[in-house]
């Protein structure tokens, strides 16, 4: 009896393994790339600030680049941006969000004493839009305006379908 339940159990073992097809296995590494790369990512305001930043310093370069002979509204296209360049004053009249008009005001204040303005990053009263701000060389103000939605569809645009 016994020797029928080992040859009984050997023959299940053996069909069972049978029965599996090895030659159809996954590649484990390649389908956890997949996997990573079809992932649902977050976006975290820090990383909308941070692409915003970088792009703002790109922008920079090329407007105070010196062998730039690009025009602010070539830039504009470029990066989908909206580029506006001038002193504080008159830029307050083309804004009516409360806050970019303080950090204006400020950022006049302190031209008026001549201080030393590092670029900056400040966000609208509704929050869909960032801006860059700095003092080009010929110490006018310049305002780069990135919208949200612009930003996060470029911060990870080769995972997006």
């Given at each position: ?6 040859a009984?159990?050997l023959?299940i073992?053996?069909?069972h393994?049978?029965?599996c097809?090895?030659s159809k296995r996954?590649?484990?590494?390649a389908?956890?790339k997949e996997?990573k790369m079809?992932?649902v990512k ?5 990383d909308?600030t941070?692409k915003?930043?970088?792009?703002g310093?790109?922008?920079q370069?090329?407007i105070?680049?010196?062998k730039?002979?690009?025009s602010?509204d070539?830039?504009a296209?470029?990066?989908q941006?909206k580029?506006?360049s001038?002193?504080a004053?008159?830029l307050?009249?083309?804004?009516k969000?409360?806050k970019i008009?303080?950090?204006?005001d400020?950022l006049?204040y302190?031209?008026?004493l001549q201080q030393?303005?590092?670029?900056s990053?400040?966000?609208n ?6 801006y ?9 103000v310049?305002?780069?305006g990135f ?5 996060i ?9």
């Amino acid at each position: 009896m016994k020797k029928f339940l080992s040859a009984a159990s050997l023959i299940i073992v053996i069909i069972h393994l049978q029965s599996c097809d090895f030659s159809k296995r996954i590649d484990t590494s390649a389908a956890v790339k997949e996997m990573k790369m079809r992932q649902v990512k977050r976006i975290l305001p820090q990383d909308i600030t941070n692409k915003a930043d970088t792009w703002g310093q790109e922008i920079q370069a090329l407007i105070e680049n010196p062998k730039n002979q690009i025009s602010l509204d070539s830039i504009a296209k470029k990066f989908q941006v909206k580029i506006q360049s001038g002193d504080a004053e008159n830029l307050k009249k083309l804004h009516k969000d409360k806050k970019i008009l303080e950090t204006l005001d400020a950022l006049a204040y302190s031209q008026s004493l001549q201080q030393d303005i590092p670029p900056s990053i400040q966000k609208n009263s509704q929050g869909d839009s960032l801006y860059y701000l700095f003092i080009d060389k010929k110490s006018k103000v310049v305002l780069v305006g990135f919208s949200k939605s612009q930003i996060i569809l470029n911060i990870d645009k080769p995972f997006i379908k």
